[in-house]
């Protein structure tokens, strides 16, 4: 659920609706060394993996810091897969797998884990749908357990499906429709992605959809997409890598392989080169105009996704960042800025993110943030504004491996991108191989007006336009 929005002025309105819009990003631009003046060795973490013969792959990573376990299944299916006219049902199955099993009834999943100690979420994005558990590492086989339980005997009835439709339209609402300049952001998607038609719907899909689908619908999409050869679990924190084999063993190794899955269209080449996509819609919701500015990126697996990185970092992360030193701070143009990287497996984006001061013409933002970008791209970065974003990767880096949960979505993470999550303990190492010249290389690469996709959102109560 989206934090509620404080009642202040239309700056406080228009920066809060940004924070929530937007992932949020790593702010910190400290130097992290060690004792001595040497930089932080961020340690490697354990891994052991092995594959059960129908198919399900196992990530375990050892960590006896502390006496709990997270244990993370992700199914490599998300909007993206969806058939036409059933956009939203990754989402929907999200809420559904959280309903009652053969074993299980309803309810019982959420107290077997709260009574344990535990807690639990899930998530859906365009690549996967996710289940994440946190609890006492004596327990893990509880949350084992009840994992495959849902991959082989959910139960979905009439009552259950109604039931999570209606909630999964009333999270729309409230995190979408109900927010100022969420569905703007939905719209960036679908303009810069026209090309490519997996990652043109949200994973909330459309009231229409959800609407018409019925109960045998749901069945099939969980009987298509969710077995042991489309997942992934991960286990990290206080267990070891033979108990987890076991345990695997006795509860998904006699569950039948889900059909194969379908393969996705290879998305065209980043970047693009057929010229700049446009788009503006009124808001109602909103008080202060604002500017997306968005560029094709490849595969999330593409070796420019180093230098992109400490490139948005450079741009767009913290108080001395490039636009936010031009647009906030020297022009006074901006109310707010932010950068972040839309990281899919099959294409992605580098979105920027602009208020306007209550004055400024958007056209005039929009002006400095492609000037801006034209700069960086000719120009290139100094050296001191590299290494601060090496150490930002860094930071995050150290942050990411604080928590058993957030290890094992970095592990999880790391195999759907590149198939394996063995690579994620040579990747900080790989950032230090990085140069000025890479970074040029790729602003002049991706940063163009041909690869550009623009939505502008204006305050108001009438129907938007595309162009």
């Keep these: 659920m989206s934090p509620s929005r404080p009642r202040s002025a239309p700056g406080g309105r228009v920066h809060a609706a940004l924070a929530a819009v937007l992932v949020a990003l790593v702010a910190s631009a400290s130097p992290l060394w060690a004792q001595g003046g040497e930089r932080l060795v961020v340690p490697p973490l354990a891994i052991d993996t092995f594959t059960l013969d129908n198919g399900l792959r196992v990530i375990v990573s050892e960590d006896h810091s502390t006496p709990i376990v997270a244990v993370e299944m ?22 559904l797998a959280f309903e009652h099993t053969e074993g299980m009834a309803d309810g019982e999943f959420a107290n077997l884990i709260t009574r344990a100690g535990g807690v639990y979420n899930g998530e859906t994005d365009a690549d996967r749908t996710a289940f994440h558990e946190v609890l006492p590492a004596n327990r893990v086989n509880l949350a084992l357990w009840s994992h495959a339980e849902r991959m082989a005997r959910l139960r979905i009835g009439e009552d259950d499906f109604t039931t999570q439709r209606n ?19 939905l719209s960036l998607d679908s303009v810069a992605f026209r ?24 069945r099939a999409f969980y009987e298509r997409f969710y077995g042991p050869n489309h997942a992934v679990l991960a286990v990290v924190g206080a267990v070891g890598a033979d108990d987890v084999r076991a345990m695997a063993e006795e509860y998904f190794g006699a569950l039948e392989r889900a059909p194969e899955m379908p393969v996705l269209p290879p998305a065209p080449d980043a970047p693009r080169t057929d010229g ?53 701070t020297e022009e006074g143009a901006a109310l707010d800025v932010v950068a972040e990287i839309d990281r899919r497996r099959q294409a992605g984006m580098l979105v920027i993110g602009a208020a306007p ?27 001191e504004e590299l ?10 880096a150290v942050t990411e491996r604080m928590t058993v949960a957030s290890k094992a979505s970095l592990l999880q993470r790391y195999t759907l991108v590149h198939g394996s999550p063995f690579g994620v303990n040579r990747e900080l190492a790989r950032f230090d191989e990085v140069t000025v010249d890479d970074l040029r290389r790729v602003a002049a690469t991706y940063l163009t007006a041909a690869n550009r996709t623009v939505v502008v959102v204006r305050p108001g109560r009438a129907a938007g336009a595309a162009r």
């Design 167 to 185: 909630v999964v339209k009333e999270e729309r609402r409230l995190r979408v429709d109900n927010q100022p300049y969420a569905v703007s952001r």
């Design 387 to 396: 290494e601060a974003a090496r150490n930002q990767v860094l930071t995050g």
């Design 195 to 218: 090309h490519y038609e997996p990652y043109r719907h949200s994973a909330m899909g459309s009231m229409d959809d959800l609407d018409s689908a019925g109960v045998s619908d749901a």
């Design 357 to 383: 001061n209550a004055s400024v013409d958007p056209a005039r933002l929009e002006a400095l943030l492609a000037e801006e970008l034209r700069l960086i791209a000719s120009e290139g970065v100094a050296p």
């Design 74 to 95: 992700w199914y490599h299916v998300g909007s993206a897969h969806e058939p036409e006219g059933r956009t939203g049902f990754a989402h929907l199955f999200e809420h």
């Design 276 to 328: 700049e996509r446009r788009h503006e819609e009124v808001d109602p919701l909103a008080q202060l105009p604002l500017v997306w500015m968005a560029h094709g990126l490849p595969a999330a697996s593409h070796p420019d996704y180093l230098p992109i990185t400490l490139l948005t970092q450079i741009l767009g992360t913290g108080e001395s960042s490039r636009l936010r030193r031009r647009l906030v």
